[in-house]
């Protein structure tokens, strides 16, 4: 069992509120780059395919392929896990609220299970 499973301690709301506020508008601005570069490599793929076509038709020779050259997919976003996060600490009547490690790894140091996936698609359309 880790250390820290179990455990719990205190977290002023006001911050907590905060920093879910700031790491949603990190989310928000990294979903909108991916958002942007998933755009723009569908339109290039496509564009490639277009080409292709193109000059298959053109010579003559052989048939045109018109299925996708590969699958891409769509980035997702999370900032309804974050709004709903907001909404819930902020209707807390106290100055302070005890969270679990576990809740303070996501809440706090935005380390979500769907983290590495996000990170892995803004990754791909932002390289």
Same mark, same amino acid.
């Given at each position: 069992?880790?250390? *820290?499973?179990g $455990?719990?301690?205190? @977290?002023?709301?006001?911050k907590?509120?905060?920093?879910? $506020? ?5 989310h ?5 780059? !991916?958002?942007?570069? %998933? ?12 080409? *292709?076509?193109?000059?298959?038709? +053109? !010579?003559?020779?052989? *048939? @045109? *392929?018109?299925?996708?050259? $590969?699958?891409? +997919? =769509?980035? /997702? /976003? ?7 996060a907001i909404?819930?600490?902020s %209707?807390?009547? +106290? ?10 790894? =996501? ?7 769907? /983290? $590495?996936?996000?990170? +892995? !698609?803004?990754?791909t %359309?932002? !390289?």
């Amino acid at each position: 069992m880790p250390v *820290n499973e179990g $455990r719990t301690g205190k @977290v002023d709301t006001d911050k907590l509120l905060d920093t879910l $506020r700031e790491n949603r508008d990190k989310h928000a601005a990294k979903f909108a780059e !991916s958002m942007e570069g %998933y755009r723009s490599t569908c339109v290039k793929a496509l564009t490639e395919v277009l080409a *292709n076509a193109q000059a298959i038709a +053109d !010579s003559g020779i052989g *048939n @045109v *392929n018109l299925q996708p050259v $590969r699958r891409l +997919d =769509k980035p /997702s /976003s999370y900032l309804t896990t974050y709004d709903e996060a907001i909404l819930f600490f902020s %209707y807390c009547n +106290d100055t302070e609220v005890e969270l679990t490690v576990e809740e303070f790894t =996501k809440y706090v140091l935005d380390k979500w299970t769907w /983290s $590495r996936g996000f990170a +892995d !698609s803004h990754t791909t %359309y932002t !390289s």
